[in-house]
T-cell receptor, first 112, second 113 residues
Framework: GENVEQHPSTLSVQEGDSAVIKCTYS??????FPWYKQELGKRPQLIID?????GEKKDQRIAVTLNKTAKHFSLHITETQPEDSAVYFC???????????FGTGTSLTVIP | KAGVTQTPRYLIKTRGQQVTLSCSPI?????VSWYQQTPGQGLQFLFE???????NKGNFPGRFSGRQFSNSRSEMNVSTLELGDSALYLC????????????FGPGTRLTVL
């Protein structure tokens, strides 16, 4: 089955700096890659996603890049703010239906 | 539209008991997936139901089972509870069909004593 690895597990940045989280996947058939943000005690919320026919997608301060050849994708957050502090999960999905494989999460702390 | 809801939000059970968790998807969504979230393992896929049929299944023992009703509401059952089953159980709904964006519920926190 698919295996998704996520790094780093923890990340601290100063407010205003950029944060980058990286994920790799093993199954070249994976074709959909969402990113979720989970604040303490709350449900995961989709923040951005990318499909395998796109190399990059941006939404305001958040961007995701995908390298299908290397089988890795990354989340970029620019101009970080304290409210960006949360756990971020990457995921990959293949085949029909919704069977998602999640990374183990990155705990991001933005220091004011 | 109302979001995904889960009941109950908290449960305390003892080893050997069984438990049933419920998930109501977003109106119009036909796919419901279940995940187990633990601090050490992250989110692990349990199974997915679409139009009352189990479409995908993760690597969990047979003690974990589920079903989906005609109104797309889903239940998950865990029999013969073990201490290691203590976790946050999340369900997520999506429109169905292909690979879709999933919207998560708030989860049910299960504690097994």
């Amino acid at each position: 089955g698919e295996n998704v690895e996520q790094h780093p597990s923890t990340l601290s940045v100063q407010e205003g700096d950029s944060a980058v989280i990286k994920c790799t996947y093993s199954d070249s058939a994976s074709n959909y890659f969402p990113w979720y943000k989970q604040e303490l005690g709350k449900r995961p919320q989709l923040i951005i996603d990318i499909r395998s026919n796109v190399g990059e997608k941006k939404d305001q301060r958040i961007a995701v890049t995908l390298n299908k050849t290397a089988k890795h994708f990354s989340l970029h957050i620019t101009e970080t703010q304290p409210e960006d502090s949360a756990v971020y999960f990457c995921a990959a999905s293949i085949r029909t239906g919704n069977q998602f494989y999640f990374g183990t999460g990155t705990s991001l702390t933005v220091i004011p | 539209k109302a979001g995904v809801t889960q009941t109950p939000r908290y449960l305390i059970k003892t080893r050997g008991q069984q438990v049933t968790l419920s998930c109501s998807p977003i109106s119009g969504h036909r796919s419901v997936s279940w995940y187990q979230q633990t601090p050490g393992q992250g989110l692990q896929f349990l199974f997915e139901y679409f139009s009352e049929t189990q479409r995908n299944k993760g690597n969990f023992p047979g003690r974990f089972s589920g079903r989906q009703f005609s109104n797309s509401r889903s239940e998950m059952n865990v029999s013969t509870l073990e201490l290691g089953d203590s976790a946050l159980y999340l369900c997520a709904s999506s429109p169905g069909g292909g690979v879709d964006t999933q919207y998560f519920g708030p989860g049910t926190r299960l504690t097994v004593l």
